[in-house]
């Protein structure tokens, strides 16, 4: 079975400081990657998803970026951060199969 | 746009008690899945429902996909403090976008 690492588990960030959340996967080969970011008493809204090592696809417009520079590697990154990018960011992988998603522990991200 | 709409949104009852939540759309979908997510972490999958009609258990839990494969309910027998948490349904549309409800918060007082 696959295991999804995230770090870090927490994060606090001064408004317009940089940011880099890391997503490592074992246990499988050529996952389809996704991140998502969670509000409180919303949803699962998908920013980022890739197919393969340095394939990128991005599902809202933001100031926020991702970068898959390995199989198993997914990053997402800000040059500036804002307050509204606070939120719990999760990282998914499937096993290339496009249907069911599984999901790292999360990075809850506090920007002051 | 397509819509998923979980409810209730919250639920609060006692150990024993049973109880069923839902999950319903404007579209018809390929797949369904169940997760139920804790405080703090990210969500761990129950089921995946894929054909109209199907009945799937897990223990204590019955998870029903409609025939039209446009809704989906999850029925829990005997609730117990451990189911507490976030169930979130999400559908699958066969592309890469993958579509969340917000989810029912439950909480199970022992």
């Known amino acids: 079975s696959q295991t999804i690492h995230q770090w870090p588990a927490t994060l606090v960030q001064p408004v317009g400081s940089p940011l880099s959340l890391e997503c490592t996967v074992e246990g499988t080969s050529n996952p389809n990657l996704y991140w998502y970011r969670q509000a409180a008493g919303r949803g699962l809204q998908l920013l980022f998803y890739s197919v393969g090592i340095g394939q990128i696809s991005s599902e809202v417009p933001q100031n926020l970026s991702a970068s898959r520079p390995q199989d198993r590697q997914f990053i997402l990154s800000s040059k500036k951060l804002l307050l509204s990018d606070s939120g719990f960011y999760l990282c998914?992988?499937?096993?290339?199969?496009?249907?069911?998603?599984?999901f790292g522990p999360g990075t809850r991200l506090l920007v002051l | 746009t397509q819509l998923l709409e979980q409810s209730p949104q919250f639920l609060s009852i006692q150990e024993g008690e049973n109880l069923t939540v839902y999950c319903n759309s404007s579209s018809v979908f390929s797949s369904l899945q169940w997760y139920r997510q804790e405080p703090g972490e990210g969500p761990v999958l129950l089921v995946t429902?894929?054909?109209?009609?199907e009945v799937k258990k897990l223990k204590r839990l019955t998870f029903q996909f409609g025939d039209a494969r446009k809704d989906s309910s999850l029925h829990i027998t005997a609730a117990q403090p451990g189911d507490t948490g976030l169930y979130l349904c999400a559908l699958h549309t066969g592309g890469f976008k993958t579509i969340f409800g917000a989810g029912t918060r439950l909480f199970v007082k022992a």
């Open positions: 998914a992988s499937d096993r290339g199969t496009r249907e069911t998603q599984y």
């Open positions: 429902v894929v054909t109209g009609g």
